[in-house]
């Protein structure tokens, strides 16, 4: 199916005959760029990689990840998406598809041989792309999606990081820019410059370098703080050109332990007020300057409680409701997983899920994923960190969010997570190539189950 241009005319995204375009998608997490809640396993991805690799070999290693790329997301996963209304998907990519920190600079072909195979199979269902650098050599934040083992973000010291980021979009920006089924280019997700000072540099670089290229395609730039904060542009020249400044909208009572909405989290009302007021300070920036909004990112999880699932679904209706109200695009996180966000679900009885079920419930046990994740089974662990914190430090507050998530970073999500990591690997130990295929295949639409509640929310609000 052809699809036009899309840019940018004041506060809204058109044609190329003027016409309106609200974009409304889903984001591909978990594809080109794993993340630990998603497809089940601890940490962050290189090292998950290299477990895998060390107790696989290299034929078993290859053919998990030959099948797991195309098993994740195919033919069926569009035309699923597309019977929902759906007609955009961001696709996160991890630098490592496309370099090695080994050979930094030297571009490998795989990288964008998987994007145009799912990009031209979206298209053939009247799907946009947006292509969203979600990991970034040196890390542009301090947590595990931009594959950062650590809770430092090197990128933003190193000129060498920024440097090979500028050679990919340039790359990218030559291989793509005649294709008017991308609809634009995602630079950076939820950048993190504990400054502030050097991201509104480096976007103004970086757009120089790809309009040198390329003109046509529409920017999105993901705001400071994990796309929530753009006090980083205040005094600043004027909105770059054909460029949307996009936030990202998760609602507290849809991402903690809350048991009701409307109703109390952390001691805070929320009703569909609240939200509302939420993401007007997170937009502000736009309907100051005029520009089109595209919320990037925003969606509940869900709760082992399936009883849960009403109130998670008003939420949802809600932000969506809120969303068409102010003329906002935007990307439901996420398409698929194993069970916590997706649209669709590997099931609970497939080989990969089987093989390592008892690891995630460890996992939720221990609170070692910060997404989904609970810090209650290890109150005996953090209750004395915590106490010696308010004695020693109690004015301790790190970028980005303080005293209490930097604690359970250093403590839940990398020191424990790490241990846990070996132990994931030593599933896969004698995985045969046959085998490996098979556990990837897990992940076939076709071997998925919906979850047809998010399902019908979504079909009845695209279809009002």
Known sequence: MALDWIRVDGTRLVDESGTTVTLSGVGLGGWMNMENFITGYPGNEENIRRVMLDRMGREAYDAFFDEFLVAFFDEADAAHLASLGINSVRIPFNYRHFEDDAAPFELKQSGFAQLDRVVTLLARHGIYSILDLHALPGRQNQHWHSDNPTHIADFWTHRHFQDRVVHLWEALAEHFKDRPEVAGYNPMNEPSDPTGAVLPVFYERLEKAIRAIDNRHVLFLDGNKYSTDFSFLDGRAEPLPNTVYTAHDYALPGITSATAYPGVTRGEHFDRGVVEQTFLRRTEYMRRTGTPIWIGEFG?????????????????????????????????????????????????????????????????????????????????????????????????????????????????????????????????????????????????????????????????????
Do not use: M, N
């Open 300 to 464: 509940p999880v869900y709760s082992d409680d399936r009883s849960q699932d009403s109130w998670r679904y008003q939420l949802l209706r809600d932000q969506l409701e809120i969303y068409r109200d102010h003329g906002a695009s935007w990307a439901l996180w996420t398409y698929k997983d194993i069970g916590l966000q997706g649209l669709v679900c590997a099931r609970p009885d497939s080989p990969y899920v089987e093989l390592i079920a008892d690891l995630v419930e460890r996992k939720k046990r221990l609170g070692v994923d910060s997404w989904g994740g609970s810090d209650v089974g290890v109150r005996d662990i953090l209750d004395p960190i915590d106490a010696a914190f308010d004695a020693e430090f109690p004015d301790f507050a790190p970028w980005p969010w303080g005293r209490q998530p930097h604690i359970a970073t250093l403590v839940r999500h990398i020191l424990l997570a790490e241990p846990l990591a070996e132990q994931f690997g030593d599933r896969f130990a004698g995985v045969d190539p046959a085998q490996a295929r098979a556990l990837a295949a897990s992940f076939r639409f076709d071997e998925t189950v919906e979850r047809s509640g998010l399902s019908d929310v979504l079909r009845s609000h695209l279809t009002a």
